[in-house]
């Protein structure tokens, strides 16, 4: 057994033999040409065949995965016909007087490096979208068709140096179990198209891929980006169990989409998505999230300089709104301190930053950064159906004060002319034990509750949940946590305000029934979570004797 | 001359997709267009040469032009508004 390690980029597990993809050789002979004009005619008729070729695998990307990864194509078209790059090739035809395929491979090579140079991960992975079109071009140059792509019987996976996007668009998915590259990025469209196309791929395992032998048996592992070349017996039994297991998963995500949350005997719950910015909003629609439980703001202001703008956070909030279509969206002001430092706030070292300058505090204390994400939330909340949190609260009196802020900011936007919804719900966090122990005194001061269970626990039990050495003496589903959690739900309920429940035991299958039990109105859990929950959900019944 | 300044958004920047989509709306209009940014300057017609100039979120660009309509340099500007 021969283990290669490289990049997963679709999660999923597939068992099956090699088809050995050899693209045939790719070297471009050079020669001087009489007649230039003659040559860049020939070019412009092989660019014409080419943009066809492109404008029907859009089209076919279109039927088969959808707008988003067929514009991949369309991008392809337009660089095949932008002018800089004709003009690159016109100008070596005509001054040097070469063939046309020599002069496109020129042409790409040099586009190719511009993009592989650059600082941006992303662009460098635009190097290969330029070498795809033009080997299009040299290929129709040469007069030879497009090359068979799929083996053509039975499932097979498909290892090859590189695949291009337009010859991974090109794969049948019922006859390719998943693909293997020794080169390719995480970043380019291969890898992009892997996952709208949902083939099990890794990529970047290097070189020794190629000495795989045709039909020799391997297994993908697209979760851990691992291939196994001629597995042992072992390997190839916990490898089945993962992929039994993640069949089971896909089929879970093939029953229970659209379906509600709702138990045998008739109790309802929502169940939302805990994201972190926007690349996770696909995830959450994806796994049928009811909304965005919490949307956690904090990742506008890590890995920068300088706070981010009004506008900045304005295009944020109004692009998750809108994607999310009408459901509810409920994100937290900025949770910065604790674990999450960032040096532009300028915060003082703290021997005890868990206990120290977080969450409402800073922003209570430093108004004009916490005004600035108020105008953004407000001018966005037309977009959609927002509803905004604060965090780490402990006191009546920080609730009021963080209201009276954001009537300030609500009355500022009026005066200035600019629409704000109505609609909008204000809600804090209940994450320590005060906020539990006076929620009954919080809730009639806002229109809902959102329990974050990991703080709750570490401050009920003072116990730092990221502290290995006692975490024999943690207990997740400890008696203290789960009192606080019944007493804040029954706050809610008595001043008819609605609770969710946005920590890691919104996830934790155990306490499910528990929480229903309670009247919990919302769980919000990572997207992954959401159909697993309901299939929990849809088979229990709760007028079965309590356990 | 026209021109107005903006500040991209867009958590990936100018890269492959938002970057064709604003070529194509800019092929669409009877304008010129250039794009400036960190000393760098390109034709927004031409989609490698805006993909080249590497622009990434949190990047202020201007965007001038010379023959332009009023109309035309408020539609892209809101083009860039609501998608980028």
């Known amino acids: ?547 | 001359m026209q021109q107005f300044e903006y500040t991209i958004t867009d958590p990936n920047g100018l890269h492959a997709r938002p970057a064709g989509l604003l070529v194509k709306k800019v092929q669409g209009m009877s304008g010129e267009f250039v794009m400036e940014c960190r000393g760098k300057r390109a034709d927004l017609k031409r989609l490698l040469a805006i993909m080249g100039m590497g622009i990434r979120c949190g990047d202020r660009v201007t965007v001038k032009s010379e023959n332009a309509s009023e109309g035309e340099l408020h539609k892209l500007k809101n083009y860039f508004e609501e998608n980028l």
Request: net charge negative; aromatic share 6%; charged share 30%.
């Open chain 1, 1 to 547: 057994m021969k283990v290669l390690s490289g990049k997963g980029v679709y999660g999923g597990i597939a068992i099956g033999k090699i088809s050995l993809f050899h693209r045939k050789s790719r070297s471009v002979t050079r020669y001087t040409v009489a007649d230039g004009e003659a040559e860049i005619h020939r070019f412009r008729q092989a660019k014409a065949v080419a943009a066809e070729e492109l404008t029907a695998l859009y089209e076919k990307a279109l039927r088969d995965i959808g707008e988003s990864g067929a514009q991949i194509f369309e991008i392809h078209r337009m660089m095949l016909e932008d002018d800089d790059y004709t003009d690159a090739v016109l100008h070596a035809i005509r001054t040097e007087g070469v063939n046309a395929e020599y002069a496109v491979a020129t042409a790409a090579e040099n586009f190719s490096m511009v993009f592989s140079s650059m600082e941006d991960p992303y662009m460098q992975a635009r190097a290969a979208d330029i070498r795809d079109i033009s080997h299009r071009l040299i290929r129709v140059l040469e007069g030879k068709g497009e090359e068979q792509m799929a083996p053509k019987e039975e499932p097979r996976i498909i290892c090859a140096d590189d695949l291009s996007p337009s010859e991974t668009m090109r794969l049948d998915r019922e006859l390719v179990a998943a693909f293997v590259t020794a080169d390719g990025s995480v970043n380019s469209h291969t890898a992009i198209l892997a996952r709208t196309m949902g083939i099990p791929a890794v990529v970047a395992v290097g070189g020794q891929l190629m000495e795989a032998r045709d039909g020799e048996t391997v297994i993908v592992d697209g979760f851990a980006g691992r291939v196994y070349l001629s597995p042992d017996s072992q390997t190839l039994e916990r490898m089945e169990e993962k992929r039994k297991e993640d069949q089971k998963e896909k089929d879970l995500l093939q029953k229970y989409k659209g379906m509600d949350n709702v138990t045998l005997d008739g109790t309802r719950i929502d169940i939302f998505a805990n994201i972190q910015g926007l690349r996770e909003v696909g995830a959450a629609l994806l796994h049928d999230a009811g909304g965005i439980g919490l949307f956690r703001s904090e990742f506008l202001y890590l890995d920068r300089r300088d706070f981010p703008t009004e506008e900045e956070q304005f295009q944020v909030y109004k692009t998750v709104l809108q994607s999310m279509g009408g459901k509810k969206v409920v994100i937290r002001t900025v949770d910065i301190g604790a674990d999450k430092q960032v040096g532009y706030f300028g915060l003082e070292r703290e021997e005890n930053p868990a206990m120290g300058m977080r969450g409402i505090r800073i922003c209570l204390n430093r108004p004009s950064v916490f005004r600035t994400q108020l105008r953004a939330l407000l001018r966005a909340s037309v977009f959609g159906k927002l509803a905004v949190m604060f965090p780490m609260i402990t006191s009546v009196s920080e609730v009021r004060d963080a209201m009276e802020l954001a009537t300030q900011v609500r009355q500022d936007l009026d005066r200035e002319g600019i629409p704000c919804s109505n609609r909008t719900e204000w809600g804090i966090m209940i994450e320590t034990p005060a906020a539990a122990l006076i929620s009954d005194r919080l809730a009639p001061l806002v229109d809902f509750f959102s329990i974050g269970t990991n703080d709750l626990t570490q401050y009920t039990l003072a116990m730092d949940r990221q502290n290995r050495s006692i975490a024999a003496f943690l207990d997740p589903h400890h008696e203290a946590v789960m009192r606080l959690i019944e007493m804040t739900v029954q706050h809610a309920h008595t001043a008819g305000k609605w609770v969710g429940i946005c920590g890691e035991l919104g996830a934790d299958g155990e306490l499910t029934e528990c929480f229903l039990r309670m009247g919990v109105d919302e769980l919000s859990v990572p997207p992954a979570y959401i159909l697993r929950l309901r299939d929990k959900i849809r088979n229990l019944d709760l007028r079965n004797d309590q356990k």
